[in-house]
């Protein structure tokens, strides 16, 4: 499969060892006019040390990283010299960014950093391809079913590349705020402002966290489909409950919030009541939907509200159509 690359402008450096002055060595994230030192000081034994240059890429990122090498530079991007020994762990890592142009090449599937991968800024790579995996678990669960629908397998590219492209993004615009040098100054201030702001602070964690991925949705649905539903509090059978409780492995939930045609949305799901439960329920926050149909990995797949957004009783067999498909007997 080919991949979209982007070659590496910087090298970094980790190693867990034994720092000779660990109350004396630069603490915790520390820019400098080189680069940045990442130092997490342990005065009763190993310490995880890292830097970053911004000079330029490692001559060859498969030569071995020596203690030597580890000391010459976390020193060199200190500006002083940072005695250490013991070395437990050494490797280099950088900004070398990759994302395959498809995710599926017929039987072949591929999922987290054999899909994508990035600077670690932010701390976003295990997240984001555990979500690779949790998108195409169930989808794999129903087609071994016999579920013929080919979007069960076609939909995975289209909804999990565009988050990997954003987090290959964002990582470089990190980046760009850690350039060393005060031509980054005004932008690194103008950007400390724009924090405080919540709507901008909410808007970078959901980014961050990837809460609001929004998978894509024909322009005739809701415009709730395609979200991830939080995890509300909701009564089921008058006991409290939440909406993280209700899904069982390898099924969908149609959640039915009130919905006046709960009847007939039961005999629209006839055809797959094998694989969706139905859960009559009550939320004591008003929801802006009545009835949902909720993926095994939390994503809506199908809502109608009061407007009737998901045109019904109708709607939903459409969706299912398209998801599942029907089994032939
Ligand atoms: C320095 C650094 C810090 C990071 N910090 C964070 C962080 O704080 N938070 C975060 O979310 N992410 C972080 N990441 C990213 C994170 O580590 C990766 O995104 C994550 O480990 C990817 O998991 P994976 O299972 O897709 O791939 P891998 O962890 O690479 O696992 C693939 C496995 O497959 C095995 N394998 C390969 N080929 C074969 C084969 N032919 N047969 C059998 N087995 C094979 C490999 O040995 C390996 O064990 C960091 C990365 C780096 C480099």
């Not at 402008?9 to 994230?29: I, M, Q, Y």
């Not at 409780?245 to 797959?272: F, T, Y």
């Amino acid at each position: 499969m080919t991949s979209e690359e982007h070659p590496p402008r910087t090298a970094a450096v980790l190693g867990l060892v034994e720092l000779d002055d660990p109350f004396g060595a630069p603490a915790g994230w520390t820019p400098t006019p080189r680069g940045w030192t990442v130092i997490g000081p342990n005065p009763y034994g190993p310490s995880r040390v890292a830097a970053f240059d911004f000079s330029g890429p490692h001559a060859d990122r498969r030569t071995p990283l020596t203690l030597e090498e580890l000391r010459a530079t976390v020193s060199r991007i200190a500006g002083r010299d940072i005695p250490m020994r013991d070395a437990r762990f050494l490797d280099r890592f950088s900004d070398y960014a990759r994302l395959t142009h498809t995710y599926r090449s017929g039987r072949v599937l591929l999922a987290g950093d054999a899909a994508h991968v990035h600077f670690p800024v932010g701390g976003q790579g295990l997240n984001l391809g555990i979500q690779d995996a949790v998108n195409l678990a169930w989808k794999l669960a129903l087609r071994l079913r016999g579920w013929p629908s080919p979007w069960l397998l076609d939909s995975y590219t289209a909804e999990r590349r565009p988050p990997a492209a954003r987090t290959i993004a964002n990582t470089q615009a990190q980046l760009a705020l850690m350039t060393p040098g005060d031509t980054h100054d005004p932008l690194r201030e103008l950007f400390t402002r724009l924090l405080r702001l919540p709507d901008v602070s909410r808007h970078l964690g959901d980014m961050i966290s990837d809460q609001d991925v929004r998978l894509p949705r024909s322009p005739t649905q809701s415009p709730l489909t395609g979200l991830f539903l939080p995890n509300l509090p909701l009564t089921v059978e008058r006991r409290p409950t939440s909406v993280a409780r209700l899904p069982r492995p390898g099924r969908l939930v149609l959640l039915v919030l009130g919905h006046e045609a709960e009847d007939a949305l039961r005999k629209a799901l006839a055809p797959w009541d094998e694989v969706v439960d139905v859960v009559p329920a009550t939320s004591e926050a008003p929801l802006p939907l009545c009835a949902a149909l909720l993926r095994p990995d939390g994503y809506l797949a199908w809502v109608d509200d009061e407007s009737g957004a998901g045109a019904g009783p109708a709607g939903l067999e459409a969706s299912l159509d398209t998801y599942l498909g029907r089994r032939v007997p």
